[in-house]
């Protein structure tokens, strides 16, 4: 085909029909294409490439990325919360730089540099559709088609462009129905960036009603940290409100059937969830042994959820090989961050912890990247924007903090990578009581220290010993070589991130200072 392509060229060059330049300029390789698929509070031990011991779940589509390309098992966020995240991603920048913090108050501030602006700007079609969740409206796309806020799961209104359009049916589909429909009538003689951002599968983790029975009552595997008593560690552990024990309620676990269902769709509903729910209620459960049924009603759900999202991949992959797109177009899957299925007793995100800290990532790019590689190297969603200009070649702009990963999809993890990362999360108290803290990661080790609530401490991890993260090692001798080496280095990292002082940070940054506690 492309030898075709160069003697049409090579003949109308010979009949002064083409120019020279032009002729360059059709035989240089066109930029790659780039297919952004995004999941919002999508767990790396819920996609089967991951392989995590529970074998939570089946996701064929999303792992044929991982096989036709490269999957990273330490990739890292900056601030992990949904918001903080989007923009980490959009501007390759950490919290304090973006001014975004938290999803409490803070408002994506849009004259800054974004990944899809600089793109737009160099040729590229550009279209997000799906979650933005970012409070301004989306800049640097030709085309956008958002949930507003957090989105519905069932007959979502959507904003497009600006006007507001109500859509019926279950939210994944319809954002998989939207961008193949962008797909096919995009202007095939540009390069694109297409961003599809699920809602799915966040709480309250409402799964497509024909998906309702789809693991047949299955009673999955819990996690080893289920019952978590927080002994070993400080008192943020102990004092956090995000406790399957504590905190989920009726809605979570679908005792309460949802506002704005079609009849039919209530109907399907109720017949799934009432007989369950009966048989719950008449076991009266109590203690551990409704913390187990809350879990197993939590996996039934969120797993659901993911299966939608599994089904909307191997759609765009599908169409992506009808159209002839797949060989030129970079396809990545990731998250917002990671997420606690249970371990710790938990569910949500926001902690260093390696459920919350780690999110997935997959990426397929054809004839760079070999099919079934894997890196072990820290990479981080700072790191996308870099990646994506250098992979478009645009230059990156100075204030982009993370660095590209194209030298790592080629093979290669340049010698100087980084050995270490910063991290730092902020909202508090509302909603979930964690507080806030930053930490230096390694391979090995995480040094964590809790700021700002007027109790702060240090804790420090041995992920080789103690891989679950139970047990704080930072008063012990053995340790306090690697606590002086790590002390250093998350100085340098916050010298060099330029992180404001604990006592710089303006008070904005925790969330609804109304909401804080003297
Ligand atoms: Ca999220």
Known sequence: MHRCTLSLLASLLCAGV???????AKSRPRPPNIVFIFADDHAWQAISAYGEERHLIETPNIDRIATEGMRFDRCVVTNSICGPSRAAILTGTWSHINGFYNNTNSRFDDSQPTFPKRLQAAGYQTAIIGKWHLVSDPTGFDHWHILPGQGRYYNPPMIRNGETVRHQGYVTEIITDLTLEWLDHRDPDRPFLLMMQHKAPHRNWQPPIRHLNFDNDRVYPEPPTLFDDYSGRGIAER????????????????????????????????????????????????????????????????????????????????????????????VVYSSDQGFFLGEHGWFDKRWIFEESLRTPLLVRWPGVVKPGSTCSAIVSNVDFAETFLEAAGLPVPERMQGASLVPILKGQVPDDWRTSFYYQYFEYPKPHHVRPHYGV???????????????????????????HELRSVYSLTEYAP????????????????????????PPEAFGNVADRQT
């Open 239 to 330: 004092d956090q409100d995000m406790s399957l024990a504590h905190t989920m309620h009726d809605g979570d676990v679908k005792l309460r059937t949802p506002g704005g269902l079609t009849a039919e769709q209530r109907a399907a509903w109720d017949a799934y969830y009432k007989p369950r729910n009966e048989a719950f209620r008449k076991a009266n459960l109590s203690g551990r042994d409704l913390i187990r049924w809350r879990y197993q009603r939590y996996m039934h759900d969120y797993l659901a959820c993911i299966k939608g999202v599994d089904e909307s991949v191997g759609r765009i992959l599908d169409r992506l090989d009808e159209l002839g797109l797949a060989e030129n177009t970079i």
């Open 441 to 467: 990661v390694t391979d090995r080790y995480k040094l964590v220290k809790f700021f700002g609530t007027g109790e702060d401490y240090t804790e420090l991890f041995d992920l080789q010993t103690d891989p």
């Open 482 to 505: 690697v606590v002086r080496e790590l002390e250093a280095e998350l100085a340098r990292l916050r010298r060099e991130l330029r992180v404001p002082a604990d006592d710089q940070i």
């Open 18 to 24: 083409v120019s020279p330049a032009l002729a360059a």
